[in-house]
């Protein structure tokens, strides 16, 4: 099972897998750990990543960012038109009754329109490739990471987009929580849970959104106090601010409106952001200079730091209230909080820092990666989950940020609201609730605050109860049912029963309970009643007969059929869209490997052209140049023509093969000339090595003095027609033209080498038989009969320098 998390942002994604004990955010083909979060369309294919926003400003057309902030959205949400304001959109309104907004864009010669799930999904499958790129395997689960204040809307069409790529969503995580469990994992010196808790605060200022969260952190355990959160402030705010100054400078200046140019605004929009960047480290002022901006007329400017700061003074208040709001959502002092880490690309900017000095009075803490942190916490959280790694248990508190009602027509009493998650109740969680009702009734789940929740409508979804009758009294019946806020932030309604009242005679009471008992407890033997041995006074059928028994009432517990009515695509909508995904995926391999084959006949092309005037000329004939260079010429020309812009992939190989009758065996042929040379020089050092063997032979070396005069023979033989072989070869070779096909072929040269030395060597270094010393036995010498029944002591050793005789005496 493969570990993977993805970090999902507005204006770039990051990919981090689980491998060799450690967490690795890995890199694109373009060697880049920082994804781009672009889609682009054209008639041949489609882009994602770098190859997409290289395409931003000539294909603004078919060019999506940013769509995140649309998914799970209407045509007439204001968050739309906040869009369009950014980024040039192609948009319409779902025409089948759901009002869904709809991306138009020119693919494979026609206009097609696309729902933002479906470009999520596009993203993910990239993603995901990335992620198998560097795993080697196939990933299917994995965790996503989504801002903290979607709703539940937008976390349903994510999960949808998931299954459209072919994932398996186990989880929807908070930004905020899986920077916080980046954070915390690694922490080696969390408090106890007896002792005061380490709380830190994380301030993510990305792209287009900022969010601020207060985190309690105990040994093995975090728990998520507050989340504060602006969903339209971000960098790309203060790139806008940069675009309408030096929209109304160039126009005051050069008479020229960036702004009535979608071209114009979009190269003005990426200079300003690269000047925002240069100001983050840079005081001094700092030019801006685009040649042939608009009508060929080249433009200038420059800002400082100060003066960019006095203009975005609106968003540095908004980014201090969202901070301030924290403290008093979390009910937190400046001097409770440890810790300020700050996340976000757009972090970087020095104001900023200043701000969080400025509210909570300290200085913030990087030791995050400011563009990983949340992609490593989402491949924690994957891996956590994963039966395959073993990670330390580590406890996750999240908290419900937008308090949810439900409400119904009617019930047992007047009142038909209620609010089931308030305000930062911990999640997951589930309730159980009783409702009576005498007929089926429909339950409908919102969000309390509608001004407080950055969606258009306020409702999550219809939850119809079927099957409900009344009672047996005839009265409203028993209704129970879970409300659940999942793992995920996703609101469900889930086991709705009808529990049933109804009365049994003594007997059958006194039955079941006997039974139930039985099912329960193990069996054993009775105790002995005291009464029946005790007391003889009782009479007999008294303790015989059972006691009587009154009518008893139990319950028992009826499915009741529910429908969901949530906004979410059904079962056919997501085969569909998987069809088309897998189709396009397709589609872009096909175009892929076409392109390949045209490249490769371009490179064919330019790289023979150039060698036929430089080393190749030696080996080719003047007339057979000059034809093959016109085809070279022909087949360039054809290239650039509109003739081959659409063609197959057989055609580009068939000119190719065509071009390679004439220019592989010019090269065989230059090769050939090259390592000729030293594979003859070679066979040539064999051959004298050998012949020296046989001299020193010739001359009863001792060396071959043990070798088979027949060996000998077959060696010497070998030698001469190698020998042979090798004179006529080199002499033809000599007389033969550079442009002719070879006599003899380096493979055949280094053949007969090899053969030859395998033979001759075999034989020339066979071991000589090795002689073994024949064994001298020592005399037995016989002892006396009298000796040998006397059992004499061994002799003691005696010291090396002396010399023992036979009566013991030492004689120096």
């Known amino acids: ?27 694109n083909e373009y060697s880049d750990r920082i994804t781009p979060g672009y889609v682009s369309f054209t008639n041949k294919e489609r882009f994602n990543g770098h190859a997409a926003k290289q395409q931003e400003i000539t294909n603004h057309q078919n060019t999506i960012s940013c769509f995140k902030r649309l998914i799970g959205r209407k045509m007439n949400d204001p968050q739309v038109q906040v869009e369009k304001s950014y980024q040039p959109l192609r948009i319409s309104q779902s025409t089948n009754g759901d009002d869904k907004l709809l991306y138009n864009i020119d693919y494979l010669n026609e206009t097609r329109e696309l729902t933002a799930e479906q470009i999520m999904a596009m993203h993910l499958t990239y993603l995901r490739s990335i992620a198998e790129m560097n795993l080697n395997t196939k990933v299917v689960d994995c965790v996503l990471t989504v801002p903290s204040f979607m709703t539940d809307t937008e976390r349903r069409a994510m999960m949808d987009s998931a299954q459209i ?34 709380i830190v605060v994380f301030v993510d200022l990305g792209y287009a959104a900022m969010q601020c969260s207060a985190v309690s952190y105990h040994k093995g355990k975090l728990k998520m106090l507050a989340t504060t959160f602006d969903n339209n402030l971000g960098g790309r705010d203060f790139d806008r601010v940069l675009l309408e100054y030096f929209q109304k400078d160039f126009l005051a200046r050069y008479k020229i409106d960036a702004f009535s140019n979608t071209r114009a605004r979009l190269r003005l929009r990426n200079e300003c952001e690269k000047l925002k960047k240069l100001m983050s480290s840079n005081s001094s002022p700092i030019p801006l200079n685009i040649e042939c901006f608009m009508n060929d007329i080249d433009v200038q400017g420059r800002m400082n730091r100060d003066d960019f700061q006095k203009m975005a003074e609106p968003l540095f208040a908004r980014i201090k209230k969202c901070m301030a709001s924290l403290l008093v959502d979390a009910k937190l002092k400046t001097e409770d909080i440890d810790l300020i880490e700050i996340v976000g690309g757009s972090t970087r900017v020095p104001m900023v820092k200043q701000l969080i000095k400025e509210v909570f009075n300290k200085e913030p803490s990087t030791t995050l990666n400011q563009d990983e942190a949340a992609s490593r916490g989402a491949t924690i959280m994957c891996a956590i ?277 004439i220019g592989e065996p010019l090269k065989r042929r230059y090769k050939e000339a090259e390592e000729r040379p030293a594979a003859f020089e070679e066979l040539g050092k064999s051959l004298q090595l050998i012949k020296k063997a046989l001299h020193q032979y010739a001359e009863k070396d001792e060396k071959y003095n043990h070798l088979d005069q027949a060996d000998v023979n077959r060696v010497v033989k070998l030698v001469e027609e190698k020998s042979k072989w090798f004179e006529d070869k080199l002499n033809l070779t000599n007389k033969m033209n550079k442009f002719e096909d070879p006599i003899v072929l380096v493979s055949q040269i280094k053949f007969e080498k090899d053969t030859m030395d395998k033979t001759a060597w075999t034989i020339l270094n066979k071991p000589k038989p090795k002689v073994e010393v024949p064994k001298v036995e020592e005399p037995k010498v016989e002892e006396p009969a009298a000796a040998q029944s006397e059992q004499k002591p061994a002799p003691s050793p005696q010291p090396a320098d002396k010399v023992v005789s036979e009566d013991g005496m030492d004689v120096d």
Not at 1 to 27: E, L, P
Not at 174 to 182: G, Q, R, Y
Not at 428 to 440: F, G, M, Q
């Open 1 to 27: 099972m493969s570990v993977v998390g993805f970090d999902i942002g507005n204006f770039k994604s990051s990919v981090g897998v689980a491998r060799a004990g450690g967490i690795d955010i890995v890199a």
């Open 385 to 661: 989950m994963s039966p395959t790694f073993k990670v330390k248990e580590f406890k996750i508190e999240e908290c419900q940020l937008f308090p949810i009602v439900l409400s119904w027509k009617g019930g047992f009493d007047d009142d038909n609201e209620l609010e089931v998650f308030p305000f930062l109740e911990k999640v997951p969680l589930s309730k159980l609730l009783t409702i009576y009702k005498r007929e089926p009734f429909e339950i409908e789940a919102r969000y309390k605050y509608h001004n407080n929740i950055p969606f258009n409508d306020a409702r999550i979804g219809k939850f119809l109860i079927n099957d409900v009758t009344p009672n047996a009294q005839g009265e409203n019946s028993e209704v129970k049912l879970k409300a659940r806020v999942t793992k995920n932030g996703i609101f469900e309604i889930s086991s709705p029963q009808a529990i049933e009242t109804y009365e049994v005679n003594g007997k059958e009471a006194t039955e079941g309970e006997e039974g139930d008992k039985k099912k329960e407890n193990t069996p054993a033997e009775e105790p002995a009643d005291p009464k029946k041995d005790d007391d003889p006074e009782c009479p007999a059928e008294v303790v015989n007969s059972p006691p009587e028994k009154k009518n008893k009432k139990k319950t028992r517990s009826i499915d009741l059929s529910l429908v969901a009515k949530v906004p979410q695509m059904s079962k056919n909508e997501i085969n569909y869209f998987i069809e088309q995904e897998l189709s396009m995926i397709m589609q872009d391999k096909k175009e892929k490997e076409r392109s390949e084959a045209k490249n490769l006949v371009e490179e064919y092309v330019y790289e023979i052209r150039d060698k036929l005037s430089n080393e190749f000329e030696p080996f080719i004939t003047a007339d057979s140049k000059s034809t093959f260079l016109k085809t070279l010429d022909d087949t360039e020309t054809w290239l650039y023509s509109e003739e081959a812009e659409d063609q197959m992939k057989s055609v580009y190989v068939d000119r190719l093969n065509n071009l390679k009758t």
């Open 165 to 198: 790529a072919g994932l398996n969503c186990l989880k929807l995580m908070n930004d905020t929580t899986a920077v916080a469990l980046a954070y915390g994992l690694y922490h080696s010196s969390l408090p106890e849970p007896t002792e005061k808790p380490h």
